[in-house]
């Protein structure tokens, strides 16, 4: 069965930091191009991060560049969002997607910046 399950979401203050992860089983992602997308409410699914299959290039919204890094580790299978200087705007629920000759979607995980 394929999966992508996202985790390492959760409520953070203003100016914190989380670092999320979405592990994927019943296929490889060594040859996908992965993403991260959240959803607020209310508001359409946007594309926050991408990487390339081999993680030689990245792409941001230019509302998280400089405080999002995304990566992954083919060898674990896993794609990574390290999230940084977290504001209220970033609240959302965070989608993994995988992207070759299908797409993948995992079930989300919620992030909430708040004090």
């Known amino acids: 069965e394929v999966q992508l399950v996202e985790s390492g979401g959760g409520l953070v203050q203003p100016g914190g930091s989380l670092r999320l992860s979405c592990a994927a089983s019943g296929f490889t992602i060594r040859r996908y191009h992965m993403s991260w997308y959240r959803q607020a409410p209310g508001k359409e699914r946007e594309l926050v991060a991408s990487i390339s299959p081999a993680g030689g290039n990245t792409n941001y919204a230019d509302s998280v560049k400089g405080r999002f890094t995304i990566s992954r580790d083919n060898a674990q299978n896993t794609v990574f969002l390290q999230m940084n200087s977290l504001k209220p705007e970033d609240t959302a629920v965070y989608y993994c997607?995988?992207?070759?000759?299908?797409?993948?979607w995992g079930q989300g995980t919620q992030v909430t910046v708040s004090s």
């Open positions: 997607n995988a992207r070759y000759s299908v797409a993948y």
